[in-house]
Nanobody, 122 residues
Framework: VQLQASGGGLVQAGGSLRLSCAAS????????LGWFRQASGKEREFVAA????????DYADSVKGRFTISRDNAKNTLFLQMNSLKPEDTAVYYC????????????????WGQGTQVTVSS
């Protein structure tokens, strides 16, 4: 499966952005999906994940209550709604896919999108 992330940009603290990740391939609904982010000079970290049917989700503590992950299997698209953004949310955001279950580990995911930059100004 090939992934293409989009929707990043520059936003003021307290604002919102919605990231999208378009996927190619007929078996999109078979994949668990995740969002990760990597700030400059830091390691890539888990943000959120969703099961292949969308019935189960998981979030990093730092984004709980502010971010919402969702998917539309009919449109082969993954979303990340980000509200109440903070300067510390500034990073390149990546979408990722894995057959079977989801995980908060970078190593669990086989396929990665190219990333989209999110910058939150104070």
């Amino acid at each position: 499966v090939q992934l293409q992330a989009s929707g990043g940009g520059l936003v003021q603290a307290g604002g919102s952005l919605r990231l999208s990740c378009a996927a190619s391939g007929r078996t999109f609904s078979s994949y668990a999906l995740g969002w990760f982010r990597q700030a400059s000079g830091k390691e890539r970290e888990f943000v959120a994940a969703i099961s292949w049917r969308g019935g189960s989700t998981d979030y990093a503590d730092s984004v709980k209550g502010r971010f919402t992950i969702s998917r539309d299997n009919a449109k082969n698209t993954l979303f990340l709604q980000m509200n109440s953004l903070k300067p510390e949310d500034t990073a390149v955001y990546y979408c990722a896919a894995s057959l079977g279950s989801y995980s908060d580990s970078v190593r669990h995911y086989t396929y990665w999108g190219q990333g989209t930059q999110v910058t939150v100004s104070s």
